[in-house]
């Protein structure tokens, strides 16, 4: 089973930062939609943010203005940037690429904000 592979979470402060990569296979990456998910605990995943392959990007609103996702194709990396953290951005994130009709997931990676 193909995975994608999530980095970069941790514990941070109300109004810090981090920023989140995923790599991916490159036969999965080249011309795929990728997007960052959460799910906090008791609640359902959400997505947080999605770039195109052509690098059209959309964000859910509680994280527009805060959160950037930007794509490296010759590094078949996928990044979020998150900013100015809440505790409401707590979660597990995951990372998700859509080609050709199949999804695939990463394993996920802690984001915990203290306040």
């Known amino acids: 089973q193909v995975r994608l592979v999530e980095s970069g979470g941790g514990l941070v402060q109300a109004g810090g930062s981090l920023r989140l990569s995923c790599a991916a296979p490159?036969?999965?990456?080249?011309?795929?939609?990728m997007g960052w998910y959460r799910q906090a605990p008791g609640k359902q995943r959400e997505a947080v943010a999605a770039i195109t392959f052509g690098g059209i990007t959309n964000y859910a609103s509680s994280v527009e203005g805060r959160f950037t996702i930007s794509r490296d194709d010759a590094k078949n990396t996928v990044y979020l940037q998150m900013n100015s953290l809440k505790p409401e951005d707590t979660a597990v994130y995951y990372c998700?690429?859509?080609?050709?009709?199949?999804?695939?997931w990463g394993q996920g990676t802690q984001v915990t904000v203290s306040s």
């Open positions: 998700n690429a859509l080609r050709g009709g199949s999804n695939y």
């Open positions: 490159g036969f999965i990456f080249s011309f795929a939609d």
